[in-house]
């Protein structure tokens, strides 16, 4: 395979933006497959596969290619280290004089490398794992977090069924997929690729959504008429998962303070055929006032680190540090302590996050529940969904009962 020079800085650019820069990763591969129209479907993929690759084993690759991260050249360097990784022929205007080609294959130079070298994380990440999971654990929950995330759909029950969405894809689209066993309407695609130009994703069919963000929504179990508030809903996932559960019928609150996602979520719900979601912004007081001791369930999908996500999203290992995470921390008390006073005597709090750090989760709970507000719930269970025991994005679970 051989890499030329126009794809070489598509991919160049991507990682820069996103470890130098600290932008988002997926809004970057958006922006740059956007600004090159013209590239076709595989120079599209194999740029988006470099710049998510190079991500995700940056300290690997600077480890092998002993790369100084000061230099001008950094990135390119990435590149370079990346391509003769994996055999990818590059246009003789990428080179790299001091670096040394047997190093990058010697599989012995990696298994005799640290931990946070051969996993590629920073030492504060290995740190934490170490302390909270213990050695076994903890190697085998990275190692699966560095493995590419695999593709789940949710079939959306208020059009079809997963038998007649299974048959359809594989009949009309060649896509092969497997039922979930534990998860009634997911399926796993067995092949990872781009479906949401099919016609049956245009009329609502099916979303394509993580399994463990799939068992959130199971395990917050909602019935049809109730009243739900899904605070800091985003672009609305769990919400049309929440709207699918319930038939339809009751009524969801969905609140975000970003007018995109709202878009987005407005989008969503009309091509799902939901019809019971009304969009409030969270930053609204009169909503706190209107809805205090109101609803049957409050879902709060809190802002977090992202460190259960890391197989899609890689680039928030090299975003976060403790002190970032210590003011998210912040963040979701405040989230937790307002909409806690939204649930109603005998209704449920849900507290989510897509984080297996206690600092972020079990703690957080423990430090609620000592409260004033927090005294007026018993915790009922909670669940930490570790990615190398499921084949989802790692996340954390707690539902709390209003006495």
């Known amino acids: 395979m051989k890499l030329y020079r126009n794809l070489a800085h598509g991919i160049i650019e991507g990682v ?20 090159n129209r013209k590239w076709g479907s595989n120079d599209r993929r194999l740029v988006g596969k470099g710049i998510i690759e190079i991500i995700r084993w940056k300290r690997k690759f600077d480890f092998i290619g002993k790369l100084n991260v000061k230099s001008k050249n950094y990135y390119r360097n990435l590149l370079v280290v990346w391509s003769i990784y994996n055999d990818i022929e590059l246009e003789n205007c990428f080179t790299f004089s001091d670096l040394q080609k047997n190093n990058i294959h010697d599989p012995l130079l990696i298994k005799k490398s640290k931990r946070v070298f051969k996993n590629s994380i920073p030492d504060w990440l290995d740190n934490l794992g170490m302390k909270t ?10 190692q699966t977090l560095n493995r590419p995330a695999k593709l789940f759909l949710r079939t959306n029950t208020l059009k079809t069924n997963v038998k007649k969405l299974q048959a359809y894809l594989n009949e009309n689209h060649k896509v092969n997929t497997d039922k979930v066993s534990n998860i009634p309407n997911a399926l796993v695609v067995k092949e990872n690729k781009i479906l949401t130009h099919l016609d049956i994703y245009k009329k609502g069919w099916f979303e394509v ?20 508030i899904d605070a800091c809903a985003g672009s609305g996932g769990k919400t049309l ?10 009524k969801i609150i ?25 969009y409030l912004n969270s930053e609204n007081k009169d909503f706190f006032k209107k809805y205090i001791n109101s609803a049957n369930i409050v879902v709060i999908d809190a802002p977090c680190s992202g460190l259960g996500v890391l197989k899609r999203n890689p680039a928030a290992k090299w975003h976060m540090n403790p002190k970032s995470i210590k003011q998210l921390v912040g963040i979701q008390k405040q989230i937790l302590y307002k909409y806690a006073t939204l649930v109603k005597s005998g209704g449920n709090l849900i507290y989510a996050t897509c984080s297996i750090f206690p600092n972020e989760n079990q703690n957080q709970i423990k430090k609620f529940l000592k409260s004033k507000i927090g005294l007026e719930f018993n915790l009922e269970k909670e669940e930490v969904l570790l990615t190398q025991n499921t084949d989802g994005d790692g996340f954390y679970v707690a539902k709390l009962l209003r006495y």
Do not use: C
Not at 210 to 227: A, G, R, V
Not at 255 to 278: A, F, H, M, P, Y
């Open 254 to 278: 969905a609140t975000d303070s970003s007018d995109r996602k709202r878009k987005q979520l407005e989008k969503r719900l009309e091509r799902n055929g939901v019809s019971i979601v009304e």
């Open 209 to 228: 959504q993580d399994l463990n963000s799939q068992k959130i929504s199971i395990f917050t179990n909602p019935k049809p008429n109730m009243l739900v």
């Open 16 to 35: 820069q933006e996103v470890l130098g820069n600290r932008m988002a990763l997926r809004p970057t591969l958006k922006n740059i497959l956007i600004k």
């Open 241 to 250: 998962h929440l709207a699918a559960i319930m038939k339809n019928k009751g």
């Open 133 to 142: 999971y213990g050695k076994v654990i903890w190697e085998k929950e990275i």
